[in-house]
């Protein structure tokens, strides 16, 4: 048997050369593979989850199946965990956080219906730029969020758009 390929890593193998070679392979397959949408599984988490449709029947699906386990015990101890984690980690985040949605239930602020990056009807998010500065902020919907923190790349974020676009589209056709 060979390590370092994917063929060892089937056949039973879980060295690191062939985990990596693996985890390669998938990653690969994962950017490259093409999803048909009339066998999109509408309205699942897995429509949500494995084909990435965010038409309004599946994230209704994932929040729904994401509310009932935030009501297990599992999942509130599971959510505690990581807001403790996230509070401990980043003092000044949390208070600047804190700061805005004080200032949303006061009416000081007002969250807006349309990003101020892309323009699109979303719900919108605070972004700091400065956590210092805690009431100045930038509205943006998710996306445009994570691309401004750096969490996606610009092509990434681009085909990401693209998709959810794509997906309500041609989600609104299968429905007249």
Known sequence: MRHGTTTAY????RCDQ????QSEAFKKWKQNRVIDPDRIPHGTTNGY???????DDCL???RDS???YRQTPEGQQSSYR???TYAHRHPERKRAHEAVMRAIRRGDLVRPSVCEHCHEDAFC???H???ARQLEVEWLCSECHRLKDGLLSDARAARRLAKIRYARATHAAHET
């Open 82 to 84: 990581r807001t403790m």
């Open 18 to 21: 062939c985990k990596q070679a």
């Open 10 to 13: 089937r056949q039973g193998c």
């Open 49 to 55: 989850g494995h084909y990435r449709c965010r038409c």
């Open 125 to 127: 998010e605070a972004s």
């Open 66 to 68: 994401n509310r009932a």
């Open 60 to 62: 209704t699906a994932s």
């Open 129 to 131: 730029t400065d956590y």
